[in-house]
Nanobody
Framework: DVQLVESGGGSVQAGGSLRLSCQAS?????????MAWFRQIPGKEREGVAT???????TYAESVRGRFTISQDNAKNTVYLQMNSLNSEDTAMYYC???????????????????WGRGTQVTVS
């Protein structure tokens, strides 16, 4: 079974930073893969945050561009999300996601991704 385990969530004051991590196990891509972070903000639809491809190409949602950075360490089978300049609108459950969609972008609600972690809560006050 493919498992994705998030960590690093918590509470932080506005303007602060957090770094989330996602450790993957049991995952093998044919020739390429896409990993991503999605989030669900209270009262809103689930939305994409960022994606990263096997070759390192990244894509960001407009709402986090310039503040968040997605990265990966293939040797450790880990994906990270560095979040800076956090504000109250970033409060959400953050999910680590993996799959092989036709396009690797943080679009829609994430239905194009097959594997999901259980999520980690981020609260900004």
């Amino acid at each position: 079974d493919v498992q994705l385990v998030e960590s690093g969530g918590g509470s932080v004051q506005a303007g602060g930073s957090l770094r989330l991590s996602c450790q993957a196990s049991g995952y093998t891509a044919n020739g390429s893969y896409c990993m991503a972070w999605f989030r669900q903000i209270p009262g809103k639809e689930r939305e994409g945050v960022a994606t990263i491809e096997k070759d390192g190409k990244t894509t960001y949602a407009e709402s986090v561009r310039g503040r968040f950075t997605i990265s990966q360490d293939n040797a450790k089978n880990t994906v990270y999300l560095q979040m800076n300049s956090l504000n109250s609108e970033d409060t959400a459950m953050y999910y680590c996601v993996a799959g092989e969609p036709s396009t690797c972008r943080p679009d829609g609600s994430g239905s194009q991704f097959k594997y999901w972690g259980r999520g980690t809560q981020v609260t900004v006050s």
